[in-house]
């Protein structure tokens, strides 16, 4: 079923969540939900990427010409709520025109944002604790189109204005996972910390009543694994969840050399279950640097270990 409940929260994403509620998107919905209950249809695009798109939806803003909706692909995870939706704004033939009438409607919804155009794109951001909405658009004369499949099967989306949001929503801690933070025990600290490009249905904010463990590896009693990570996030990932390990070892080349360590779980995808790789850990300069952390991990969660060892190109 769609999750209907608020969710009530001091946190700095509830403003966009408190929005997306209003507008009937169910954001919080495992995709698995999406998918059953609402509108899908093939992107004519590209092969294999669908929209699935809320029909009672109310409009982000006024003058969004096209819905909200989550893309769908046979690797999406259906067990985890989207981390990425889109619409636009393509009224207008000139991508000016759609930009500025995205930024009215945005700016009536969210205040001004802050600027954060590229070399080939005039973009506007607003940013809501982890989660952030944008608008972009692609100018023409910055930017060629040719190659470009969407493009050429629908020209009104060379001026559109692209409205990306990225909710960022994690579920508060239920129980067992609350035991988890407050019995794991760190082993191994990460020396260059930083945030995971997403959250996954795994992501939760650490208890403010528990002291913060380290960033890096940690590992309970019973067997779950949490990999704790800036800003207050840590990936619970529970005992038996976690079926392998794969360390990508990459020598320099045009790149530097580096170490990803990943966990593999199993997912729900579109086509059935598949197994699904998320880095927990990653090291700069050295492709050996995460050698002995991966095989001391794969020992406590008794699970293979792949290492591949390849150039940075």
């Known amino acids: 079923m769609i999750w209907p409940f608020r969710h009530k929260s001091s946190l700095p994403e509830a403003r966009l969540w408190n ?3 209003a507008c009937a998107i169910p954001f919080r919905a495992p995709l698995g939900d999406w998918v059953a209950q609402m509108h899908l249809t093939a992107s004519g695009w590209s092969d294999g990427l669908d929209y699935c798109i809320p029909d009672t939806q109310t409009p982000l803003f006024a003058g969004l010409d096209v819905p909200v909706r989550a893309q769908i692909s046979e690797y999406t995870n259906f067990d985890a709520p989207p981390d990425y939706l889109w619409g636009a704004v393509q009224g207008a033939k000139d991508h000016r025109l759609n930009y500025a009438k995205a930024l009215a409607g945005l700016t009536k919804v969210f205040g001004k944002g ?13 940013s809501f604790g982890l989660a952030r909405v944008s608008c972009t658009v692609w100018p023409p004369n910055k930017n060629r189109h040719g190659t470009n499949s969407r493009h050429q099967m629908f020209p009104e989306t060379i001026e559109e204005a692209s409205i990306a949001i990225y909710p960022a929503w994690r579920p508060p801690l239920e129980e067992a996972e609350f035991a988890a933070c407050a019995t794991a025990t760190n082993f191994w600290i990460d020396p260059e910390p930083h945030q995971r490009a997403n959250l996954t249905s795994r992501s939760r904010d650490w208890p403010t009543t528990l002291p913060q463990l380290p960033q890096g590896l940690s590992m309970t009693p019973r067997g779950d694994l949490l990999v704790t990570c800036p800003l207050g996030i840590v990936d619970i990932y529970k005992a038996g969840r976690v079926k392998a390990l794969k360390l990508d070892r990459l020598t320099p080349a045009r790149g530097g050399a580096c170490a990803h360590l990943n966990a593999v779980t199993t997912v729900t995808a579109r086509d059935g279950p ?10 700069g300069a050295r492709s050996d640097g995460l050698d ?3 095989q001391d991990l794969a020992a406590k969660l008794g699970v293979p270990l792949d290492i591949w060892t390849g150039a940075n190109d």
Not at 274 to 283: E, H, M, Q, V, Y
């Open 114 to 126: 802050t600027a954060s155009s590229a070399s080939n794109t005039v973009s506007r951001n607003w």
């Open 292 to 294: 002995a952390v991966a």
């Open 274 to 283: 598949i197994d699904k790789p998320r880095g927990i850990a990653t090291l």
């Open 19 to 21: 929005h997306l509620d």
